[in-house]
């Protein structure tokens, strides 16, 4: 079965600082990657896709995640942090050879960001 | 588009008591989702429906969970009688058909806003 491990369930970084959230995938096939958001009280926002096309992904917001197959990553990066980025922030994996559509997710990194 | 519609948004209730949520997936979606998220283990699938017939239920917990999609446009998530470790934030998400009407879709799902259920 697929897995997801988030490195760090708190990170805190200073406004205007790079931000790094770490994601790795167990999975014997490349699969389709996910980094979603949420803000409190709210639902999961997608930030961006990994489907194959490109191994540098651009998403909403100005996040962006490389996908390094050698290293089974998907690390989330932005490199200026602003307040309105605190949230939580999951990595999620989808197997697209067994056509199982349902998403299996980390356990979440909260972004705090201090002024 | 509204997007996924959830109903209520807040749900308290005392332990024993029936508790029913509500789903409305985006339309033209084929897929819906049910998901629970707890501080222990995380957002986990309970079950998941593709045109109304449920394809995976290995998430659903107990005989106490029933979920059921009676239509297209329309689903709900039954817990009976609940219990306070039932207490959790419960998300519907929605996925379109992959190919269809020129869709392209990579498994990334559509969340609701989630329904906060407090079981006393």
């Known amino acids: 079965a697929q897995s997801v491990t988030q490195l760090g369930s708190h990170v805190s970084v200073s406004e205007g600082a790079l931000v790094l959230l770490r994601c790795n995938y167990s999975s014997s096939v490349p699969p389709y990657l996910f980094w979603y958001v949420q803000y409190p009280n709210q639902g999961l926002q997608l930030l961006l896709k990994?489907?194959?096309?490109?191994?540098l992904v651009k998403g909403i917001n100005g996040f962006e995640a490389e996908f390094k197959k050698s290293e089974t990553s998907f690390h989330l990066t932005k490199p200026s942090a602003h307040m309105s980025d605190a949230a939580e922030y999951f990595c999620?994996?989808?197997?697209?050879?067994?056509?199982?559509?349902?998403?299996?997710f980390g356990s979440g990194t909260r972004l705090q960001v201090q002024p | 588009d509204a997007g996924v519609i959830q109903s209520p948004r807040h749900e308290v209730t005392e332990m024993g008591q029936e508790v029913t949520l509500r789903c409305k997936p985006i339309?033209?979606?084929?897929?819906l989702f049910w998901y629970r998220q707890t501080m222990m283990r995380g957002l986990e699938l309970l079950i998941y429906f593709n045109n109304n017939v449920p394809i995976d239920d290995s998430g659903m917990p107990e005989d106490r969970f029933s979920a059921k999609m009676p239509n297209a446009s329309f689903s709900t998530l039954k817990i009976q009688p609940s219990e306070p470790r039932d207490s959790a934030v419960y998300f519907c998400a929605s996925l379109p058909t992959p190919g269809l009407a020129g869709t392209i879709t990579y498994n990334e799902q559509f969340f609701g806003p989630g329904t906060r259920l407090t079981v006393l």
């Open positions: 990994y489907t194959s096309a490109a191994t």
């Open positions: 999620a994996v989808s197997d697209p050879d067994t056509g199982r559509r349902a998403l299996t």
């Open positions: 339309s033209g979606h084929d897929y």
